[in-house]
């Protein structure tokens, strides 16, 4: 048995040093594979940070976490934030111009309720899913989130109004009751001052727009006093809250051919200014009037023969004719037209001109234009054109370009002014005279009265002062009498053959001495002297004593 040790060279390299040999190339794997696979970095603009975390705020694409802030500093002008964050390589190719960034947080406003899940799993940025266009890697955040959700099938618009307010993203588009639509922004021109919008019409309504489409405003409840009387308009429930708008195609209108995207619309009032854009030409007219306006307001309907043809467009018109409302018989100029279109012809030229020389013959005849009132409660008026009976020829005038309708005085104005003529014919009275006249008159039946009552007092005295007992002992005696005499007739006195012989003697004695009651009439002397008709003696002269 050999004792002897055997002596074996050592290893230089430790066994040990094996492990963080294999821990170094496995971490310079895994940084390598790292840096080989990891995204770009961007930069996105932002008003502020609120909300905002280095390394915990997600940046996320349809709810899908594909990055995360890593730094935030300020902008070199300080009216922002510039937020760093690093994108996985596999969102990398939806970097494009035409992708938007967004903050997502809780928010609450009159038109919509977003962002409620962050209250727990807090603010985060969102992008949306386009990958067209070219690569981009600075962006500009968008101040609120997008209305319509990015890739949302449908149409995008765009549309102005001259409304007085504006209308605001999350605003709805109804049709017949339904949501449609939403705005999504808005933004106003200040050289053209005119706001135009951005809307989107989902799918499948989006098939409803087309080249004839009108837009029209529908938000609230919108009253309107008109010559026609009350009226009152209103959309839906949702518009009722909010501002809101709907559409449609005007009657007896083709629907024509659809629209591409970002079509042109413009917003109008009400239904009836949606439905007579359709006219494009119109023909204009001025009337002078010289009647009270009140009543008559811009839009007011143009009727011949109660059917629309036409509205007024200006009252008092500057430009018409020269001179001011304070001028005596300064006529008040109202700018009208009248429409081809409602009057059955094309709206062409050709429509035009026969409008044009049809109105021109009619108003060398008898076409006149009065104003009428269309509602007693509201008190609006309207023009009325009408042939009028026996009207004086007038010769076409022509002022400022424009031809003047003769006018004539309505049926209330004329009873107007024969109320003012009786009143003064009335206040031509002489009135104080007659005032002066009934005073004396009334004075006079007063002292009449005066009179009448005193007599009724005497008479009342006198027939107290009677004595009714001897005025019935009178009365008793006569009937005694009268009964006497009737019992004598009766009972053997004169028969009524005797009284009337006796009469008749009597007027037979009466006719008899006649004659002789005449003699004496005329002359009473005949009794006496003879009746002599001879000439009558005369007495000699006496003779003269010589």
């Known amino acids: 048995m050999n004792n002897e040790a055997q002596v074996k060279p050592t290893s230089r390299i430790s066994k040990v040093w094996l492990i963080p040999i294999v821990a170094i190339i496995v971490g310079a794997w895994m940084v390598f594979y790292q840096w080989q696979n990891q995204g770009p970095l961007i930069t996105i603009e932002m008003p502020s940070a609120t909300g905002i975390e280095v390394n915990k705020t997600p940046v996320k694409a349809r709810d899908l976490d594909v990055g995360v802030v890593k730094k935030i500093e300020l902008k070199p002008d300080l009216d922002g934030v510039l937020v760093t964050a690093r994108i996985d390589a596999s969102a990398e190719h939806l970097l494009t111009e035409n992708t938007e960034f967004w903050m997502v947080s809780p928010r609450i406003s009159f038109s919509e309720v977003s962002g409620l899940n962050t209250l727990l799993s807090g603010s985060y940025i969102a992008m949306s899913a386009d990958d067209t266009g070219e690569e981009q890697y600075n962006f500009i955040a968008l101040d609120r989130p997008p209305v319509t959700p990015p890739g949302t099938p449908g149409l995008h618009l765009t549309l102005n109004s001259d409304d007085e307010f504006a209308y605001k993203p999350g605003d709805p588009i109804i049709y017949k009751g339904f949501k449609v639509g939403e705005f999504e922004d808005a933004y106003f021109n200040i050289e053209e001052r005119v706001v135009y919008y951005d809307a989107f019409i989902e799918a499948p309504y989006h098939r409803l727009i087309t080249q004839n489409t009108r837009f029209w405003n529908v938000s609230g409840v919108r009253f309107q006093l008109a010559s026609s009387g009350l009226k009152v308009e209103t959309g839906s429930l949702e518009t009722l809250l909010a501002n809101g708008i709907t559409f449609g195609i005007p009657d007896g209108v083709q629907p024509g051919e659809q629209v591409v995207e970002n079509a042109f619309f413009t917003i109008y009032p009400d239904r009836e200014a949606a439905s007579n854009a359709r006219y494009k030409l119109a023909a204009e007219y001025l009337l002078l009037i010289d009647e009270s306006v009140r009543g008559l307001t811009v839009g007011a309907p143009v009727e011949y023969r109660g059917i629309e043809i036409g509205e007024v467009l200006a009252i008092n018109v500057v430009s018409a004719i020269e001179g001011n409302i304070l001028e005596e018989n300064y006529p008040i100029p109202v700018l009208i037209n009248i429409y081809p279109g409602k009057v059955r012809r094309q709206d062409t030229q050709e429509g035009l001109a026969f409008v044009k020389e049809t109105m021109r013959r009619w ?34 005038r022509t002022i400022n370009g424009y031809d003047v309708i003769p006018t004539v005085s309505n049926e209330f104005t004329q009873i107007t002014q024969k109320a003012d003529a009786i009143l003064d014919k009335i206040n031509a009275l002489p009135l104080e005279g007659m005032v002066h006249d009934v005073r004396t ?106």
């Open 363 to 396: 108003l060398q005849q008898d076409l006149r234009a009065t104003l009428r009132m269309g509602n007693v409660l509201t008190g609006g008026l309207y023009i009325d054109l009408q042939h009028v009976k026996n009207a004086e020829s007038a010769s076409l």
């Open 441 to 546: 008159a009334l004075l006079d039946m007063k002292e009449a009265a005066a009179s009448v009552e005193a007599t009724s007092n005497d008479f009342d005295h006198l027939v107290t002062s009677i004595d009714a007992e001897a005025i019935n002992d009178n009365l008793n005696n006569v009937l005694i009498s009268m009964e006497a005499l009737l019992k004598n007739y009766s009972e053997g006195g004169l028969s009524q053959s005797e009284i009337k012989e006796t009469v008749d003697t009597m007027q037979e004695t009466l006719r008899n001495i006649q004659p002789l009651l005449l003699q004496l009439n005329k002359s009473p002397n005949s009794l006496i002297f003879s009746d002599d008709q001879g000439n009558d003696i005369q007495p000699k002269a006496a003779r003269s004593q010589e």
